[in-house]
């Protein structure tokens, strides 16, 4: 009895490391959540052009075609540095659809930031009041999704992308 | 240069260590020598985190971690707390901190020269494994590949000289119980007498009193910095600090309770394994970013895996020497229904179940993202309703717990007592009814006076009073129970009765606060050296002549782009009015106000803890 009661901090101990070591080991990584909406069909939304009230763009509008969205805004630093790197992939692969989401943002804000950094998006979409991010389930900006031809997500990404996911992440599923 | 100086020195202390740790085997030194070396190596390692100091401090770039983590245009404060703002810079100072504890452990006196170098062994090898983790997976001398004129800045919501010496004092902390564990495997292997175990008492004091320290200033930073209004949350890196705190009150009190019970005695080696096993997960935890929170740098599963080793190597080392060197059994417990030895038995049952219970919610989300890869998160709804409950009757035991007797059932004055809390818990009924009834304030209240109310009565009854050292020796442990009964009572108003208050203001606007007329006096706009303000100036009780100035608003940083708020808060003795300032919408400013009562009374109440813990330290 006593024994075992000497034993357990040892299995405890055990337990916990193997849990953490095969958590690690799994490349599982904080930015990274298992999304419920991950091979789900993505989530009805309807929004106007932050150019053109009257351009709505609706779920049933990306169907047929993949499509990358991006929940930025003008406040978020992080979405900044990502930022370039959606030029490239519009370069790199003219066909994906680009979709920003501008999240909680001014307009005249928002304009500014896609007048100083560019645009690299094929239609920015307001999401002032943030209905369409808590739709994608989105955490904290910036929030990127990849969805497919049937209109499944079939990627999601928490904080800003960098090169690397970019080219092992990403470009796989392209 | 400086971070070359750096680099050689910890690699050489690490050598000497490597050099100490064989010496157990191969030579054999003379307890002189021994304590030399290990005093060389100690300052080795300090040169080196001071090179790295230097570094910051000239703003040298070709240091990739200054490049990093520092800015030229950042005041000299926050450079040189920049060297431990960072995960590197952070490493060098927990081993630093372990070789200053060597330093000072090896000019110990009293206790077995034996005993001793087998304590500095086990340390030299803990410093060994750090030491290599930080060569091999977070060296902060790494050369700078591109020639730079500028860093790239420090995270803004560091820059603050609460935080800056915060990690400093809670790492002297969880670092300090690296000792307590090496006294006791020390005990395990060597069945020396008992005098280690007044040695142990000394270095877990010092070391709970650093880490009540570094958790009150990390909290009390929260409270002022991150503008929520609050100033616990239950975040995954505050319940790492709290799990070693809770084991090491344990281990302090079963250490003041030894008298020659080896059952006693075995507990404490298993609660002295235990806290330092905790420091390491904590520090695992942290450092591999396995868990989101405030504290996150960034997550690199090689380092994950090495301070995972870490952490296995130490722990499973520790229970392992427990499991098959126990300390042999003799006499019996003398435990009555209500002695002593009961109540430290009780106490330590609870706070063991206290850990366990913060352990398990701190490590639950793993576990369940492990199996069935689903993201849940565990937080202050069950941390509340399960760690809260569970320490309730430890705080109504510690009120009485100081007087009671070792050999008898007896308590002295017992009637005083019972009078004292028939009457304590009619004014708080009283007092209850005319706020807005709710259990929790009305138990944490009642719990709280009734600790101060029942140690003051134990005081004034059980000793004569005089003014001298030794009297504030004795009286000691009621102190530190009346600490802690203030710091319930902070607690508990300032959750339970705090009070939000929304408006919308534009510039010139008065409100009222409590019957207290407020004025929003304007917005500034200023520009500091590494941030540009934005102040919203408010005029507090204006129909007095001596209104006091509020300032709220936030702070943006360029360099790194990050936006920080800065809470306006006017203290007052019975309660703390916590000014936010929001967003700006049509000319008018979003201001949050809440109304924190007594919140003084917590730091109050930690500054107490930690007064009694340095006396403790002083008495045998």
Known sequence: MNRIFILTPLIVLLVICIFSLVYLLSGKDPNKPPSALLNKDVPIFESSSLYNAKDI???????????????????????????????????????????????KDPTSDAKKYLEDDGNPYDFVGVDSDGLIALEFGVFGLPETYLINEEGKIIYKFMGPITMDILKNEIEPLL | MSSLVGFLSLVFAIGINFYLFLSRYIFKFQKQKFNLFIRFSSLLTLLSFFSLMYAYVVSDFSNYNVFQNSHSNKPLIYKISGTWGNHEGSMLLWLSILSIFSFFFSFTKNIEDNFQKLTLIIQAFLHILFGLFIVFTSNPFLVNSILVNEGLGLNPILQDPGLAVHPPILYAGYVGYSIVFSIAIAGLFQNTDDEWLYVAKKWSLISWTFLTGGIALGSYWAYYELGWGGWW?????????????????????????????????KWIVFLSILCFSLSVFGTFLVRSGILTSVHSFAADASRGIFILLIFFIVTGFGFLVFLLKEPKKSNALNLLFINKVSALVINNILMIIATLTILLGTIYPIIIEVLYNKRISVGGPYFNSTVIPIMIPGFLLMSIAPILSWQTNKINNSKKYVLAFIILSILVLIQSYFLDFNTWGFVGLLLGFWIILASIIAIFSSYKIKINIKFFKIINPHVAHIGVGIAIVGITCSSVFQNELDFNLSEGDKFNINGKTVLFEKIETTNEINF??????????????????IEAGKNYYPVSKMITS???????????????????????????????????????????????????????
């Open chain 1, 57 to 103: 763009i609706k779920t049933k509008d990306i169907k047929n075609k993949k499509t990358l969205i991006n929940f930025f805004a003008s406040w978020c630093s992080p979405c900044k540095i990502e930022h370039p790197l959606f030029f490239e992939i519009g370069k790199k692969y003219p066909e994906l659809y680009l979709l920003g989401f501008n999240h």
């Open chain 2, 233 to 265: 949350f239950w975040d995954p890196v505050e319940n790492i600090s709290l799990m070693p705190w809770i084991a090491g009150l344990a281990l302090v009190h079963s250490l003041m309770m030894v008298r020659g019970e080896q059952a006693i005695k």
């Open chain 2, 532 to 549: 540009q303000s934005l102040r919203g100036k408010f005029l507090f009780d204006i129909e007095k002549n001596q209104s006091k100035e």
């Open chain 2, 566 to 620: 800065e809470a306006g808060i006017l203290h007052q003795w019975n309660k703390d009015i916590y000014f936010i300032l929001g967003d700006q919408k049509n000319n008018e400013w979003f201001v949050k106000v809440l109304i924190n009562p007594f919140v003084s009374f917590i730091w109050l109440g930690v500054v107490i803890m930690m007064y009694s813990g340095l006396i403790a330290v002083s008495r045998r």
